[in-house]
Protein backbone atom coordinates (compact mmCIF):
# COMPACT_ATOMS: atom_id res chain seq x y z
CA UNK A 1 0.00 0.00 0.00
CA UNK A 2 1.35 3.29 -0.95
CA UNK A 3 1.79 5.44 2.15
CA UNK A 4 -0.41 8.74 2.77
CA UNK A 5 2.06 9.75 5.31
CA UNK A 6 5.76 9.37 6.18
CA UNK A 7 7.59 10.70 9.22
CA UNK A 8 10.97 9.98 10.20
CA UNK A 9 13.09 11.39 12.72
CA UNK A 10 10.83 13.64 13.86
CA UNK A 11 11.84 15.69 17.10
CA UNK A 12 9.99 18.39 19.30
CA UNK A 13 11.56 20.21 22.38
CA UNK A 14 8.99 22.61 24.06
CA UNK A 15 10.39 25.89 25.41
CA UNK A 16 10.95 24.61 28.69
CA UNK A 17 13.34 21.58 27.14
CA UNK A 18 10.57 19.02 27.64
CA UNK A 19 11.18 16.35 24.73
CA UNK A 20 7.82 15.70 23.53
CA UNK A 21 8.34 13.63 20.40
CA UNK A 22 11.79 11.79 19.90
CA UNK A 23 12.88 10.32 16.76
CA UNK A 24 9.84 9.50 16.07
CA UNK A 25 9.13 7.15 12.89
CA UNK A 26 6.33 6.31 11.52
CA UNK A 27 4.16 5.88 8.53
CA UNK A 28 0.77 5.59 7.52
CA UNK A 29 -0.62 3.37 4.54
CA UNK A 30 -3.72 4.68 2.63
CA UNK A 31 -6.55 3.97 3.21
CA UNK A 32 -6.03 2.41 6.91
CA UNK A 33 -7.56 3.82 10.18
CA UNK A 34 -4.33 4.17 12.81
CA UNK A 35 -5.20 4.12 15.93
CA UNK A 36 -2.28 5.87 18.62
CA UNK A 37 -2.84 4.93 21.95
CA UNK A 38 -0.42 6.17 24.81
CA UNK A 39 -0.74 7.51 28.44
CA UNK A 40 -1.32 11.62 29.55
CA UNK A 41 1.35 13.62 28.37
CA UNK A 42 2.90 10.62 25.72
CA UNK A 43 2.75 13.18 22.83
CA UNK A 44 0.04 11.92 21.32
CA UNK A 45 -1.34 15.63 20.23
CA UNK A 46 1.93 17.10 19.61
CA UNK A 47 2.49 14.27 17.29
CA UNK A 48 -1.18 15.87 15.48
CA UNK A 49 -0.06 19.17 16.06
CA UNK A 50 3.61 18.77 14.31
CA UNK A 51 1.74 17.16 11.33
CA UNK A 52 -0.88 19.73 11.01
CA UNK A 53 1.25 23.22 11.08
CA UNK A 54 0.24 23.82 14.96
CA UNK A 55 3.69 22.98 16.10
CA UNK A 56 7.10 23.97 14.95
CA UNK A 57 9.79 20.71 14.99
CA UNK A 58 13.09 20.42 16.01
CA UNK A 59 14.04 17.83 13.68
CA UNK A 60 13.24 15.55 11.22
CA UNK A 61 10.81 15.08 7.78
CA UNK A 62 7.54 14.34 7.56
CA UNK A 63 5.79 13.49 3.99
CA UNK A 64 2.66 13.50 3.12
CA UNK A 65 0.41 12.54 -0.24
CA UNK A 66 4.25 11.52 -1.21
CA UNK A 67 5.79 14.90 -0.88
CA UNK A 68 7.95 17.07 1.68
CA UNK A 69 5.32 19.25 3.92
CA UNK A 70 7.19 21.96 4.07
CA UNK A 71 7.62 22.43 0.67
CA UNK A 72 4.03 21.43 -0.11
CA UNK A 73 2.39 22.54 2.91
CA UNK A 74 -0.48 24.42 1.28
CA UNK A 75 -1.84 21.71 -1.10
CA UNK A 76 -1.21 18.89 1.56
CA UNK A 77 -3.30 20.89 4.21
CA UNK A 78 -6.03 21.56 1.76
CA UNK A 79 -6.56 17.35 2.36
CA UNK A 80 -5.61 16.76 5.95
CA UNK A 81 -8.27 17.62 8.07
CA UNK A 82 -8.18 18.09 12.29
CA UNK A 83 -10.47 17.91 15.51
CA UNK A 84 -8.89 18.76 17.96
CA UNK A 85 -8.86 17.36 21.48
CA UNK A 86 -10.08 20.89 23.17
CA UNK A 87 -13.32 22.25 22.72
CA UNK A 88 -12.85 25.40 20.73
CA UNK A 89 -15.71 27.11 19.23
CA UNK A 90 -16.42 30.47 18.62
CA UNK A 91 -19.40 31.05 21.46
CA UNK A 92 -21.70 33.38 19.45
CA UNK A 93 -21.37 31.61 15.91
CA UNK A 94 -23.99 30.07 14.19
CA UNK A 95 -23.08 26.13 14.22
CA UNK A 96 -24.60 26.19 10.13
CA UNK A 97 -22.22 29.16 9.07
CA UNK A 98 -19.39 27.67 11.12
CA UNK A 99 -19.47 25.05 9.99
CA UNK A 100 -19.68 26.49 6.09
CA UNK A 101 -16.89 28.66 6.80
CA UNK A 102 -14.33 25.58 7.40
CA UNK A 103 -15.34 24.50 3.98
CA UNK A 104 -14.69 28.24 2.75
CA UNK A 105 -11.00 28.72 4.99
CA UNK A 106 -9.54 25.60 2.91
CA UNK A 107 -10.30 27.15 -0.39
CA UNK A 108 -13.35 25.19 -1.82
CA UNK A 109 -16.46 27.15 -2.89
CA UNK A 110 -19.67 26.66 -0.82
CA UNK A 111 -21.44 23.73 -1.24
CA UNK A 112 -25.22 23.60 1.39
CA UNK A 113 -26.18 20.48 -0.12
CA UNK A 114 -22.87 18.92 1.33
CA UNK A 115 -22.99 20.95 4.38
CA UNK A 116 -26.64 19.71 4.73
CA UNK A 117 -25.03 16.02 4.38
CA UNK A 118 -22.46 16.45 6.98
CA UNK A 119 -24.96 18.07 9.60
CA UNK A 120 -27.56 15.18 9.03
CA UNK A 121 -24.71 12.60 9.21
CA UNK A 122 -23.87 14.21 12.34
CA UNK A 123 -27.69 15.06 14.11
CA UNK A 124 -26.61 18.29 13.60
CA UNK A 125 -28.86 19.43 11.30
CA UNK A 126 -31.51 20.40 13.76
CA UNK A 127 -29.15 22.70 15.27
CA UNK A 128 -27.77 24.31 12.52
CA UNK A 129 -29.65 27.75 13.57
CA UNK A 130 -28.06 27.29 16.80
CA UNK A 131 -25.63 29.67 18.44
CA UNK A 132 -22.27 27.29 19.61
CA UNK A 133 -23.20 28.25 23.39
CA UNK A 134 -26.19 26.31 23.59
CA UNK A 135 -25.47 22.94 22.27
CA UNK A 136 -24.08 20.82 25.15
CA UNK A 137 -20.17 19.25 24.86
CA UNK A 138 -21.14 16.36 23.19
CA UNK A 139 -22.69 18.56 20.43
CA UNK A 140 -20.00 20.79 20.53
CA UNK A 141 -17.41 18.00 19.50
CA UNK A 142 -19.78 16.50 16.82
CA UNK A 143 -19.64 20.44 15.30
CA UNK A 144 -15.76 20.13 15.14
CA UNK A 145 -16.21 17.00 13.30
CA UNK A 146 -18.32 18.67 11.16
CA UNK A 147 -15.93 21.41 10.66
CA UNK A 148 -13.12 18.94 9.67
CA UNK A 149 -15.51 17.17 7.70
CA UNK A 150 -16.18 20.47 5.97
CA UNK A 151 -13.62 20.79 3.02
CA UNK A 152 -13.89 16.60 2.48
CA UNK A 153 -10.10 15.19 3.64
CA UNK A 154 -8.22 12.41 2.47
CA UNK A 155 -6.82 12.20 5.80
CA UNK A 156 -8.13 12.99 8.88
CA UNK A 157 -7.06 13.52 12.69
CA UNK A 158 -9.34 12.70 15.67
CA UNK A 159 -8.02 13.48 18.75
CA UNK A 160 -9.79 12.23 21.36
CA UNK A 161 -12.88 11.98 19.07
CA UNK A 162 -15.08 10.51 21.98
CA UNK A 163 -13.91 11.76 25.17
CA UNK A 164 -16.56 13.16 27.11
CA UNK A 165 -18.87 11.58 24.81
CA UNK A 166 -21.82 9.39 25.94
CA UNK A 167 -22.27 5.55 24.76
CA UNK A 168 -24.76 6.37 22.38
CA UNK A 169 -22.88 8.87 20.19
CA UNK A 170 -19.60 6.93 20.75
CA UNK A 171 -21.40 4.40 18.55
CA UNK A 172 -22.27 6.65 15.86
CA UNK A 173 -19.00 7.87 15.58
CA UNK A 174 -17.18 4.35 15.09
CA UNK A 175 -20.12 4.08 12.43
CA UNK A 176 -19.37 7.73 11.27
CA UNK A 177 -15.60 6.72 10.97
CA UNK A 178 -16.38 3.56 9.11
CA UNK A 179 -18.59 4.84 6.64
CA UNK A 180 -15.46 7.90 5.98
CA UNK A 181 -13.20 4.79 5.75
CA UNK A 182 -16.06 3.07 3.34
CA UNK A 183 -14.96 6.88 0.85
CA UNK A 184 -11.15 5.71 1.17
CA UNK A 185 -10.66 8.07 3.84
CA UNK A 186 -7.32 7.54 5.84
CA UNK A 187 -8.16 8.17 9.79
CA UNK A 188 -5.69 8.37 12.39
CA UNK A 189 -7.37 8.82 16.30
CA UNK A 190 -6.04 8.70 19.23
CA UNK A 191 -8.01 7.63 22.56
CA UNK A 192 -8.06 6.73 26.02
CA UNK A 193 -10.73 3.58 25.27
CA UNK A 194 -9.00 0.59 24.21
CA UNK A 195 -12.21 -0.90 23.16
CA UNK A 196 -12.24 1.80 20.78
CA UNK A 197 -9.18 1.21 19.18
CA UNK A 198 -10.03 -2.42 19.31
CA UNK A 199 -13.44 -2.11 17.61
CA UNK A 200 -12.10 0.10 14.73
CA UNK A 201 -8.29 0.39 13.84
CA UNK A 202 -6.63 -1.79 11.81
CA UNK A 203 -2.98 -0.73 12.95
CA UNK A 204 -2.24 0.15 16.69
CA UNK A 205 0.45 2.47 17.79
CA UNK A 206 1.36 2.71 20.98
CA UNK A 207 3.79 5.63 22.08
CA UNK A 208 5.25 7.07 25.79
CA UNK A 209 7.34 10.02 26.57
CA UNK A 210 7.31 10.93 22.46
CA UNK A 211 8.98 7.85 21.90
CA UNK A 212 7.29 5.31 19.44
CA UNK A 213 7.39 1.63 21.48
CA UNK A 214 5.37 -0.51 18.95
CA UNK A 215 3.56 -0.27 16.05
CA UNK A 216 1.54 -3.55 14.26
CA UNK A 217 -1.57 -4.65 12.76
CA UNK A 218 -3.76 -5.52 15.41
CA UNK A 219 -4.57 -8.62 14.65
CA UNK A 220 -1.13 -9.67 14.58
CA UNK A 221 -0.41 -7.81 17.65
CA UNK A 222 -2.72 -9.45 19.43
CA UNK A 223 -1.70 -12.99 18.32
CA UNK A 224 1.87 -12.01 19.15
CA UNK A 225 0.80 -10.70 22.52
CA UNK A 226 -2.48 -12.01 23.11
CA UNK A 227 -3.28 -15.21 25.76
CA UNK A 228 -5.71 -17.16 26.78
CA UNK A 229 -6.34 -17.64 30.49
CA UNK A 230 -8.54 -20.24 31.75
CA UNK A 231 -9.26 -21.74 34.95
CA UNK A 232 -11.11 -25.09 35.60
CA UNK A 233 -12.08 -26.10 39.34
CA UNK A 234 -12.34 -29.69 39.85
CA UNK A 235 -15.02 -30.94 42.53
CA UNK A 236 -12.01 -33.33 43.66
CA UNK A 237 -8.34 -32.65 43.94
CA UNK A 238 -5.85 -34.35 42.14
CA UNK A 239 -2.34 -35.25 43.01
CA UNK A 240 -1.06 -34.79 40.11
CA UNK A 241 -1.91 -34.11 36.07
CA UNK A 242 -2.09 -37.06 33.63
CA UNK A 243 0.30 -37.24 31.10
CA UNK A 244 -2.61 -36.86 28.59
CA UNK A 245 -2.13 -33.29 29.46
CA UNK A 246 1.87 -32.71 29.10
CA UNK A 247 1.32 -31.06 25.32
CA UNK A 248 -0.41 -27.98 27.19
CA UNK A 249 0.85 -25.06 29.04
CA UNK A 250 -1.29 -26.07 32.25
CA UNK A 251 -0.43 -25.94 35.77
CA UNK A 252 -2.09 -27.51 39.11
CA UNK A 253 -2.70 -25.85 41.85
CA UNK A 254 -0.94 -26.69 45.29
CA UNK A 255 -4.15 -27.68 46.84
CA UNK A 256 -5.07 -29.54 43.79
CA UNK A 257 -8.20 -28.54 43.12
CA UNK A 258 -7.48 -25.65 40.02
CA UNK A 259 -5.96 -26.35 36.72
CA UNK A 260 -4.58 -23.18 35.07
CA UNK A 261 -4.35 -22.98 31.66
CA UNK A 262 -2.17 -19.99 30.01
CA UNK A 263 -1.71 -20.13 26.19
CA UNK A 264 -2.99 -19.48 22.79
CA UNK A 265 -1.92 -15.96 20.69
CA UNK A 266 -5.24 -14.20 20.40
CA UNK A 267 -6.79 -15.86 17.32
CA UNK A 268 -8.62 -18.63 18.82
CA UNK A 269 -5.69 -21.05 19.53
CA UNK A 270 -6.40 -20.46 23.20
CA UNK A 271 -10.35 -21.07 23.12
CA UNK A 272 -10.10 -24.60 21.18
CA UNK A 273 -7.15 -25.67 23.74
CA UNK A 274 -9.37 -24.91 26.24
CA UNK A 275 -12.33 -27.21 24.70
CA UNK A 276 -10.16 -30.05 24.20
CA UNK A 277 -8.66 -30.16 27.73
CA UNK A 278 -12.68 -30.34 29.54
CA UNK A 279 -13.05 -33.04 26.89
CA UNK A 280 -10.11 -35.20 27.60
CA UNK A 281 -10.66 -34.22 31.48
CA UNK A 282 -13.98 -36.01 30.87
CA UNK A 283 -12.17 -38.85 29.24
CA UNK A 284 -9.75 -39.65 32.03
CA UNK A 285 -12.84 -39.12 34.09
CA UNK A 286 -12.03 -36.14 36.14
CA UNK A 287 -14.38 -33.93 37.11
CA UNK A 288 -14.97 -30.29 36.63
CA UNK A 289 -17.72 -27.86 38.55
CA UNK A 290 -16.59 -24.45 37.12
CA UNK A 291 -14.35 -23.04 33.87
CA UNK A 292 -13.53 -19.23 33.86
CA UNK A 293 -11.98 -18.02 30.69
CA UNK A 294 -10.39 -15.05 29.90
CA UNK A 295 -9.15 -13.67 26.56
CA UNK A 296 -6.50 -10.52 27.34
CA UNK A 297 -7.68 -7.70 25.37
CA UNK A 298 -5.66 -4.67 23.46
CA UNK A 299 -6.22 -3.14 26.64
CA UNK A 300 -3.89 -6.30 28.68
CA UNK A 301 -1.33 -6.00 26.05
CA UNK A 302 -1.49 -2.03 25.97
CA UNK A 303 -0.57 -1.86 30.13
CA UNK A 304 1.77 -4.65 29.95
CA UNK A 305 3.67 -2.63 26.97
CA UNK A 306 3.36 0.66 28.77
CA UNK A 307 4.29 -0.63 32.50
CA UNK A 308 6.91 -2.84 30.88
CA UNK A 309 8.90 0.12 29.02
CA UNK A 310 8.26 2.12 32.20
CA UNK A 311 10.65 -0.78 34.39
CA UNK A 312 13.27 0.17 31.13
CA UNK A 313 13.86 3.46 31.11
CA UNK A 314 13.23 4.39 34.78
CA UNK B 1 5.38 27.20 -2.58
CA UNK B 2 4.02 30.56 -4.12
CA UNK B 3 0.01 30.92 -4.17
CA UNK B 4 -2.39 32.84 -2.92
CA UNK B 5 -6.05 31.05 -2.21
CA UNK B 6 -8.40 34.04 -2.86
CA UNK B 7 -11.36 31.68 -1.80
CA UNK B 8 -10.43 31.21 1.97
CA UNK B 9 -9.29 35.15 1.87
CA UNK B 10 -12.97 35.80 1.11
CA UNK B 11 -13.90 32.91 3.55
CA UNK B 12 -12.21 35.01 6.74
CA UNK B 13 -12.84 38.45 5.29
CA UNK B 14 -16.54 38.35 5.13
CA UNK B 15 -16.82 35.93 8.16
CA UNK B 16 -14.55 38.74 10.61
CA UNK B 17 -17.23 41.47 8.45
CA UNK B 18 -20.16 39.07 10.04
CA UNK B 19 -18.58 38.80 13.69
CA UNK B 20 -18.55 43.08 13.46
CA UNK B 21 -22.02 43.23 12.17
CA UNK B 22 -23.40 41.16 14.98
CA UNK B 23 -21.98 44.26 17.09
CA UNK B 24 -22.37 46.67 14.29
CA UNK B 25 -24.96 49.08 16.81
CA UNK B 26 -22.14 48.76 19.34
CA UNK B 27 -18.98 49.73 17.24
CA UNK B 28 -20.74 52.05 15.37
CA UNK B 29 -22.55 54.29 18.02
CA UNK B 30 -20.04 54.13 20.39
CA UNK B 31 -17.05 55.67 18.35
CA UNK B 32 -20.03 58.63 16.48
CA UNK B 33 -20.83 59.35 19.85
CA UNK B 34 -17.51 60.26 21.02
CA UNK B 35 -16.96 62.13 17.86
CA UNK B 36 -20.38 64.19 18.23
CA UNK B 37 -19.21 65.19 21.71
CA UNK B 38 -16.06 66.49 20.57
CA UNK B 39 -17.73 68.79 17.81
CA UNK B 40 -20.07 69.96 19.90
CA UNK B 41 -17.94 70.90 22.54
CA UNK B 42 -14.64 71.94 20.46
CA UNK B 43 -16.20 72.74 17.07
CA UNK B 44 -19.56 74.60 18.02
CA UNK B 45 -18.82 75.77 21.73
CA UNK B 46 -14.98 76.66 22.06
CA UNK B 47 -14.44 77.14 18.01
CA UNK B 48 -17.10 79.69 17.90
CA UNK B 49 -14.28 81.58 19.87
CA UNK B 50 -11.07 80.51 18.29
CA UNK B 51 -9.39 82.70 15.22
CA UNK B 52 -9.04 81.01 12.38
CA UNK B 53 -6.03 78.44 11.63
CA UNK B 54 -3.92 78.67 8.47
CA UNK B 55 -7.30 79.87 6.93
CA UNK B 56 -9.59 77.86 8.28
CA UNK B 57 -12.45 78.10 10.79
CA UNK B 58 -11.42 76.00 13.85
CA UNK B 59 -14.76 73.79 14.21
CA UNK B 60 -13.51 72.67 10.47
CA UNK B 61 -9.52 73.03 11.19
CA UNK B 62 -10.41 69.94 14.08
CA UNK B 63 -12.28 67.53 11.67
CA UNK B 64 -9.51 65.71 10.11
CA UNK B 65 -7.62 64.97 13.48
CA UNK B 66 -10.93 63.73 15.43
CA UNK B 67 -11.58 61.31 12.17
CA UNK B 68 -7.97 60.10 12.85
CA UNK B 69 -8.42 59.41 15.80
CA UNK B 70 -11.51 57.50 15.26
CA UNK B 71 -9.44 55.59 12.84
CA UNK B 72 -6.47 55.02 14.65
CA UNK B 73 -7.75 53.37 17.68
CA UNK B 74 -10.73 51.32 15.64
CA UNK B 75 -8.76 49.94 13.48
CA UNK B 76 -6.03 48.98 16.52
CA UNK B 77 -9.10 47.29 18.21
CA UNK B 78 -10.78 45.84 15.46
CA UNK B 79 -7.65 44.03 14.18
CA UNK B 80 -5.75 43.27 17.24
CA UNK B 81 -9.46 41.54 18.85
CA UNK B 82 -9.77 39.43 15.29
CA UNK B 83 -6.69 37.95 15.98
CA UNK B 84 -6.67 37.49 19.43
CA UNK B 85 -10.00 35.76 20.33
CA UNK B 86 -9.16 33.12 18.11
CA UNK B 87 -5.99 32.76 20.02
CA UNK B 88 -7.91 32.96 23.50
CA UNK B 89 -10.39 30.55 22.75
CA UNK B 90 -8.59 28.19 20.80
CA UNK B 91 -9.99 28.61 17.26
CA UNK B 92 -7.07 29.83 15.62
CA UNK B 93 -5.80 26.08 15.38
CA UNK B 94 -8.14 26.06 12.11
CA UNK B 95 -6.74 28.71 10.88
CA UNK B 96 -3.18 27.04 11.43
CA UNK B 97 -4.08 24.19 10.05
CA UNK B 98 -5.44 25.46 6.51
CA UNK B 99 -4.21 25.92 3.20
CA UNK B 100 -3.63 29.84 4.03
CA UNK B 101 -0.35 31.50 4.41
CA UNK B 102 0.31 35.33 5.86
CA UNK B 103 -0.73 36.92 2.73
CA UNK B 104 -4.38 34.95 2.82
CA UNK B 105 -4.61 35.70 6.73
CA UNK B 106 -3.25 39.83 6.65
CA UNK B 107 -5.89 40.54 3.32
CA UNK B 108 -9.06 38.86 5.27
CA UNK B 109 -8.11 39.88 8.57
CA UNK B 110 -6.78 43.04 8.35
CA UNK B 111 -8.74 44.32 5.47
CA UNK B 112 -12.15 43.63 6.99
CA UNK B 113 -11.05 45.68 9.97
CA UNK B 114 -9.51 48.54 7.39
CA UNK B 115 -13.12 48.03 5.83
CA UNK B 116 -15.15 48.37 9.15
CA UNK B 117 -12.91 51.55 9.73
CA UNK B 118 -13.90 53.16 6.22
CA UNK B 119 -17.31 52.60 6.99
CA UNK B 120 -17.15 54.39 10.34
CA UNK B 121 -14.63 57.13 8.82
CA UNK B 122 -17.95 57.67 5.94
CA UNK B 123 -20.33 57.84 9.52
CA UNK B 124 -17.91 60.33 11.03
CA UNK B 125 -17.34 62.45 8.23
CA UNK B 126 -21.44 62.55 7.76
CA UNK B 127 -22.07 63.50 11.64
CA UNK B 128 -19.49 66.05 11.25
CA UNK B 129 -21.64 68.01 8.44
CA UNK B 130 -24.27 68.58 11.44
CA UNK B 131 -22.26 70.20 13.12
CA UNK B 132 -19.41 72.67 11.41
CA UNK B 133 -18.92 73.87 7.91
CA UNK B 134 -16.08 71.75 5.99
CA UNK B 135 -15.41 71.17 2.74
CA UNK B 136 -12.62 68.64 1.37
CA UNK B 137 -9.71 70.01 -1.11
CA UNK B 138 -8.63 66.94 -2.31
CA UNK B 139 -11.60 64.35 -1.89
CA UNK B 140 -9.75 61.08 -4.07
CA UNK B 141 -6.56 61.70 -2.04
CA UNK B 142 -8.63 62.05 1.15
CA UNK B 143 -9.89 58.81 0.35
CA UNK B 144 -6.74 57.73 -0.20
CA UNK B 145 -4.82 58.57 2.59
CA UNK B 146 -8.08 56.98 4.69
CA UNK B 147 -7.65 54.02 3.70
CA UNK B 148 -3.66 54.23 3.84
CA UNK B 149 -4.06 54.76 7.58
CA UNK B 150 -6.73 52.39 8.34
CA UNK B 151 -4.42 49.85 7.03
CA UNK B 152 -1.71 51.03 8.71
CA UNK B 153 -3.18 50.78 12.00
CA UNK B 154 -5.22 47.26 10.99
CA UNK B 155 -1.90 46.19 10.36
CA UNK B 156 -0.45 47.46 13.94
CA UNK B 157 -3.67 46.12 15.49
CA UNK B 158 -2.78 42.31 14.03
CA UNK B 159 0.97 42.45 15.91
CA UNK B 160 -0.99 43.38 18.93
CA UNK B 161 -3.05 40.83 18.77
CA UNK B 162 -0.62 38.61 17.94
CA UNK B 163 1.63 40.01 21.20
CA UNK B 164 -0.86 40.22 23.64
CA UNK B 165 -1.09 37.65 25.91
CA UNK B 166 -4.27 38.77 28.11
CA UNK B 167 -7.09 41.44 27.43
CA UNK B 168 -5.64 43.98 29.68
CA UNK B 169 -2.50 44.10 27.05
CA UNK B 170 -4.69 44.40 24.48
CA UNK B 171 -6.31 47.45 25.75
CA UNK B 172 -3.29 49.03 27.22
CA UNK B 173 -1.03 50.05 23.98
CA UNK B 174 -3.94 51.94 22.23
CA UNK B 175 -4.56 53.50 25.82
CA UNK B 176 -1.18 54.18 26.68
CA UNK B 177 0.34 55.25 23.70
CA UNK B 178 -1.95 56.15 20.87
CA UNK B 179 -4.59 58.03 23.04
CA UNK B 180 -1.68 60.42 23.83
CA UNK B 181 0.15 60.37 20.83
CA UNK B 182 -2.83 61.20 19.08
CA UNK B 183 -4.10 64.22 21.35
CA UNK B 184 -0.04 65.51 21.30
CA UNK B 185 -0.34 65.43 17.26
CA UNK B 186 -1.62 68.23 16.68
CA UNK B 187 -5.32 66.75 16.56
CA UNK B 188 -6.54 69.99 18.18
CA UNK B 189 -4.13 72.72 17.29
CA UNK B 190 -1.71 73.50 14.68
CA UNK B 191 2.01 72.70 15.98
CA UNK B 192 3.51 75.67 15.39
CA UNK B 193 1.19 77.10 17.87
CA UNK B 194 3.74 75.40 20.07
CA UNK B 195 6.63 76.84 22.18
CA UNK B 196 10.21 76.15 21.31
CA UNK B 197 11.61 73.28 21.79
CA UNK B 198 8.39 71.78 21.73
CA UNK B 199 7.23 72.33 17.97
CA UNK B 200 10.62 70.83 17.60
CA UNK B 201 10.06 67.54 19.97
CA UNK B 202 6.56 67.10 18.27
CA UNK B 203 8.11 65.93 14.87
CA UNK B 204 9.71 63.06 16.78
CA UNK B 205 6.16 62.40 17.49
CA UNK B 206 4.35 59.91 14.26
CA UNK B 207 1.11 60.90 14.61
CA UNK B 208 1.89 64.14 13.91
CA UNK B 209 2.54 63.42 10.50
CA UNK B 210 -0.62 61.49 10.11
CA UNK B 211 -2.78 64.27 10.98
CA UNK B 212 -0.70 67.11 9.05
CA UNK B 213 -1.04 64.75 6.10
CA UNK B 214 -5.24 64.17 6.60
CA UNK B 215 -5.24 67.64 7.20
CA UNK B 216 -3.56 68.82 3.86
CA UNK B 217 -5.59 66.60 2.03
CA UNK B 218 -8.57 68.24 3.18
CA UNK B 219 -7.52 71.87 3.05
CA UNK B 220 -4.12 71.98 0.89
CA UNK B 221 -2.29 73.47 4.53
CA UNK B 222 -0.35 71.23 6.91
CA UNK B 223 2.43 71.74 9.36
CA UNK B 224 4.67 69.15 7.41
CA UNK B 225 5.26 68.82 3.77
CA UNK B 226 2.34 66.17 2.34
CA UNK B 227 4.96 64.31 0.85
CA UNK B 228 7.02 63.72 4.01
CA UNK B 229 3.81 62.48 5.98
CA UNK B 230 2.64 60.54 2.80
CA UNK B 231 6.17 58.63 3.10
CA UNK B 232 5.93 58.37 7.06
CA UNK B 233 2.41 56.62 6.47
CA UNK B 234 4.02 53.82 4.11
CA UNK B 235 7.05 53.63 5.76
CA UNK B 236 4.55 52.55 9.01
CA UNK B 237 2.76 49.98 6.85
CA UNK B 238 6.03 48.83 5.19
CA UNK B 239 7.11 48.11 8.62
CA UNK B 240 3.89 45.90 10.18
CA UNK B 241 3.87 43.73 7.12
CA UNK B 242 7.73 43.09 7.91
CA UNK B 243 6.97 42.30 11.44
CA UNK B 244 3.82 40.52 10.50
CA UNK B 245 5.66 38.33 7.93
CA UNK B 246 8.45 37.48 10.21
CA UNK B 247 5.74 36.49 12.59
CA UNK B 248 4.35 33.72 10.24
CA UNK B 249 7.69 32.63 9.45
CA UNK B 250 9.12 32.35 12.85
CA UNK B 251 5.45 31.26 13.82
CA UNK B 252 6.01 33.78 17.05
CA UNK B 253 3.42 33.41 19.55
CA UNK B 254 0.71 31.62 17.05
CA UNK B 255 2.49 27.97 16.85
CA UNK B 256 3.85 25.99 20.07
N1 LIG C 1 2.54 24.21 24.58
C1 LIG C 1 3.29 23.41 25.35
N2 LIG C 1 4.35 23.91 26.03
C2 LIG C 1 5.11 23.13 26.80
N3 LIG C 1 4.91 21.81 26.96
C3 LIG C 1 3.87 21.24 26.31
C4 LIG C 1 3.02 22.01 25.48
N4 LIG C 1 2.07 21.20 24.97
C5 LIG C 1 2.32 19.96 25.46
N5 LIG C 1 3.41 19.98 26.27
C6 LIG C 1 4.00 18.83 26.95
O1 LIG C 1 4.39 17.88 25.99
C7 LIG C 1 4.07 16.56 26.43
C8 LIG C 1 3.20 15.87 25.42
O2 LIG C 1 1.96 16.51 25.41
P1 LIG C 1 0.78 16.04 24.46
O3 LIG C 1 -0.30 17.02 24.60
O4 LIG C 1 1.32 15.81 23.10
O5 LIG C 1 0.37 14.65 25.13
P2 LIG C 1 -0.84 13.67 24.76
O6 LIG C 1 -0.24 12.35 24.44
O7 LIG C 1 -1.70 14.28 23.73
O8 LIG C 1 -1.59 13.58 26.16
P3 LIG C 1 -3.15 13.46 26.49
O9 LIG C 1 -3.49 12.02 26.40
O10 LIG C 1 -3.23 13.95 27.89
O11 LIG C 1 -3.90 14.31 25.54
C9 LIG C 1 3.44 16.71 27.80
O12 LIG C 1 4.43 16.46 28.77
C10 LIG C 1 3.00 18.14 27.84
O13 LIG C 1 3.06 18.65 29.15
MG1 LIG D 1 -3.59 14.95 23.70
Known amino acids: MEPILEIDGLTKIYAGGLKALDDVQ ?10 LLGPNGAGKTTLIGAVCGLVRTNGGTIKAFGQDLTKNW ?21 VGRFVAYSRGLFGLPSDPARIEEILRSLSLWDKRKEQIRALSGGM ?52 HYIEEAEEMA ?42 SFAD ?12 CYRGGDGSGKGKADVAAITKALTLAGI ?28 | MIGFNVRSTWAIYTRELMRALRTAFQSILAPVLTTSLYFIVFGAAIGERMPDLGGVGYGAFIVPGLLLLTLLSESTSNASFGIYMPRFTGTIYELLSAPVGVAETLVGFV ?17 ATLFVDYSIAHPVLAIGYIMLVAASFSLFGFILGVWADSFEKLGIIPQLFLLPLTFLGGTFYSIDMLPKPWDTIALFNPIVYLVSGLRWTFYGTSDVNIWVSFGMTIGFLILCVGIIAYIFKT ?6
Open chain 1, 202 to 243: DRVGVIRQGKILMVDDKAAMMARLGRTEAVISLVRPIAELPS
Open chain 1, 287 to 314: DYDGIDVHESSLEDIFVDLVEHSEGETA
Open chain 1, 26 to 35: LTIKRGEIFA
Open chain 2, 111 to 127: GAAATKSLILASIILLT
Open chain 2, 251 to 256: GWRLRD
Open chain 1, 140 to 191: KRRVLIAKALAHEPDLLFLDEPTAGVDVELRRDMWKLIGAMRERGVTIILTT
Open chain 1, 74 to 94: RSARAKIGLVPQELATDMFEE
Open chain 1, 248 to 259: YPITLSDDGTEL
